[in-house]
């Protein structure tokens, strides 16, 4: 017979309280509340559903571009028709060009060109660049804006050396802009300053673009006798004969406008005429004759691009530009992938409530202090629930993105709007980033659980300074200034992880959030919200030790 | 004796009687009125200080002055679910039921109580707002020689936009009832109100064919509800001012009728 009085004692070995006991009693709770369990998946599915929905929303390729010519400058997508030469009809107009990178390119100015065999160089004196722009005052009757003097910051005249004259060819050009001074560009995307100021008959400019093999040099000179070198590029497999000569560009005007529904943009196609003179070629140009083209099929640049010739004097007249495709999400210049994640949001409010009833919940049926008797070191406590809705939550969140990128992908590849190309390591950092913005907002919803202990005041908190400062910023009246330090301040900073537009400074156009530019750093973005989460689990530990559960 | 209440009065005054002192002898209710107005008036005070004219035009002052609303509806959905999630969290339900069996009754006077408590925190908040935008903005440069009168109620779109914005956190208010007796759980309820209100704007401000960016700005309860708010460039607007209204008091009465049916059919 045993003794009747003897104590129960547990057969589990006795020992510190460890760490991963709290996990496990912690995953434990989460993974028993079917309640909880269908939140998580619901994030899941809903932030999958949403991207498919939204990649269904989508324009095709040719839509809203295609009509470009008649639709005047009321709707912001005939700025890109006009833009990128990819708004002329038939199939091969719905691809826009892709440049050496991969990138989505405009390819569309005039080009006056001979053949260049093997090595050489061509120099020019360039005496005026002047133009057109569309003028201020839109037509009331919606039609495109009259044409008045002026010329376009970003509107180039100055020399090209490319591989071939098809559209996204490899190329270097040296030229003078409108108001950045002289600059050397190559493969649409690369662009080095040089020497600052315009061009007129006072003070005119000479240019040299010099073959070398797979190196091009593109100097400059105010005087025609001292040269400097602007930049030195490297077009990779150059074949030995290139097409080269003179060029002008001149990108759509962009203008702001305040709607009742956010900035949006609009403007119209610009013309830029250069002056040249003094052309001297060195090295095998077999044709002795220039041939003037409009490159690119767009029917609106092309109207306006034409040449002059008289005695070895040439003015050019183009319009459209050379450079990287830009414009984002309003102008639907290509899908991007951050909109294949729009569904971040539902997953994201999904996400907060099951975080914040990870502990609210507790308070509420009184657990809260069985959790702290298991556990009373109410740091480690804390420290647990935030690993373990942090962990899972960052497990469903990747699985989620993954899926929706992989769908937007898909639904591109099949007819849909073409994706904007970006490299596997910006895709890598857009997913995981992703997962961990949804991961950190948990643990940061999980902290305002503890400290406020009320479900609906701390869910409507978070998702207030996560989501309603994203909504200002991007969809409301807010000037320009007050949305970027709205997305530097608060919280909604972190969706900056999501973007893959890149920013060029040689293009003009709305870097706002509207159209998916943040003013921050991916990781910058991030780290925002990462401080807030870590200040919110920092006064929940303060209030948990001086608080009784 | 016990004392008994007098036959003479009626189940749906008592049951009014009942909601309001619930609601005013709580901490939680008066507080959230009070940041609700209080947060209207400075995030309100904070846009129209921060907006400066530009020479394009196309700016309505009118509704850069309102945009605290978007901020206070927050807090105006929470005072609704709480209303009604509190008493499922604490049991309260049990006892409120046994009190005035009738069901519809109790969602009425609940109703009845949350909107005029809204309506009073509304009416502070957006005449603060228009107050402030009236002190604030000719200093951004929205000034008569810019032709931008001062704000003043006694203009007709400014006093649609103000009182429409207070119709609208009502509408809210009633909305988030009605989801929260659907739901039953304050922190779902709030979850499912701050999506109907805040997705809608994101999807919209994402998707690039403009005839879906419309098409949802026009269903959206939100951006359509808020439509109320604007003066100028009405043509442009997915749907005009009171057509919004009645968009968002759509959903309003769906998420009511929905929520009273299932508060109906289940048991407490």
Known sequence: ?549 | MSRRPSPARSPLRDALHAEWTKLRTVAGPAWLLLAAAASTVAVSAASAAAVTHSPGGGQDPTRIALTGVQVGQALVAVLAVVAIGGEYSTRMIGATLTAVPSRTTVLFAKATTVAAAVLAAGLVGVLGSVLAGRLLLPAGGFTPEHGYAPLSLAAGPTLRAAAGSVLYLVLVALLSLGVATAVRDGAAAVGVVLGLLYLFPVTAGLVADPDWERRLRQVSPMEAGLAVQSTVALPDLPVSPWGGVAVLAAWTAAALLSGGLLFHLRDA
Request: glycine share 14%; charged share 15%; proline share 7%.
């Open chain 1, 1 to 549: 017979m045993t003794a009747g009085t003897t104590p129960y004692r547990s057969a589990l070995p006795g020992g510190p309280d460890r760490f991963r006991h709290l996990l496990h009693a912690e995953w434990t709770k989460l993974r028993t509340v079917p309640g909880w369990v269908a939140g998580l998946v619901a994030a899941a599915l809903l932030t999958v559903l949403f991207g498919v929905l939204a990649a269904a929303g989508m324009p095709g390729p040719c839509a809203g571009g295609a009509g470009g010519p008649a639709g005047g400058a009321a709707d912001p997508g005939d700025v890109r028709a006009a833009e990128d030469g990819a708004g002329g009809a038939g199939d091969a107009a719905c691809t826009p060009p892709v440049g050496p990178g991969g990138e989505t390119v405009n390819d569309s100015f005039y080009f006056v060109h001979q053949p260049l065999e093997g090595d050489g160089s061509i120099t020019v004196r360039i005496t005026s660049l002047t133009g057109l722009v569309p003028a201020d005052d839109l037509p009331d009757d919606g039609g495109p804006p009259a044409m008045e003097p002026g010329v376009e910051p970003w509107a180039k005249a100055g020399l090209i050396v490319r591989e071939d004259t098809g559209q996204g060819s490899p190329y270097a050009a040296v030229m003078v802009t409108g108001d950045h001074g002289v600059r050397m560009q190559h493969d649409y995307v690369h662009d080095t300053a040089g020497g600052p100021g315009g061009v007129d008959d006072d003070s005119p400019r000479w240019l040299r673009l010099t073959r070398s093999g797979d190196t091009l040099t593109g100097h400059e000179s105010t005087d025609g006798r001292h040269w400097t070198e602007v930049a030195t590029v490297h077009l990779d497999d150059l074949p030995a004969t290139v097409e080269a000569g003179l060029f002008v560009a001149s990108p759509s005007a962009t203008h702001v406008d305040d709607r009742p529904f956010g900035l949006s943009a609009s403007g119209g196609p610009t013309r830029g005429t250069g002056v040249f003179d003094q052309v001297d070629l060195v090295g095998s140009w077999p044709r002795d004759g220039w041939r003037g083209d409009h490159m690119g099929d767009d029917p609106v640049t092309s109207s306006l691009g034409e040449m002059g010739e008289d005695g070895g004097r040439f003015t050019l007249s183009g319009s459209g530009d050379i450079g990287p495709a830009v414009g984002g999400q309003a102008f639907g210049s290509g899908r991007t992938i951050e909109q294949s994640l729009v569904g971040t949001f539902p997953g994201l409010i999904a996400v907060v409530v099951v975080a914040t009833m990870f502990v609210t919940a507790e308070y509420r049926r009184g657990l809260m202090a069985t959790t702290l008797t298991a556990g009373p070191r109410r740091g480690r406590a804390l420290a647990a629930k935030a690993l373990v809705i942090g962990g899972v939550t960052f497990a469903v969140a990747l699985a989620a993105a993954v899926a929706s990128v992989v769908v937007g992908e898909r639904m591109a590849r099949s007819g849909g709007p073409a994706l904007s190309p970006v490299g596997t390591l910006t895709v890598v950092r857009v997913m995981v980033g992703t997962a961990a913005l949804l991961a950190v907002a948990a643990v940061f919803a999980l902290a305002v659980g503890v400290v406020l202990r009320r479900s609906a005041a701390a869910i409507t908190a978070v998702v207030g300074l996560i989501v309603l400062p994203y909504i200002l910023a991007t969809a409301s009246v807010l000037p320009g200034d007050a949305s970027d330090w709205l997305l530097r301040l608060t919280p909604a900073a972190a969706f900056s992880i999501q973007q893959t537009l890149p920013v060029y400074h040689q293009v003009s156009n709305l870097y706002v959030p509207a159209n998916g530019y943040y003013p921050l750093a991916p990781w910058a973005g991030f780290a925002v919200l990462g401080a807030y989460a870590v200040a919110a689990l920092a006064l929940a530990a303060r209030l948990l030790h001086r608080r009784d559960a």
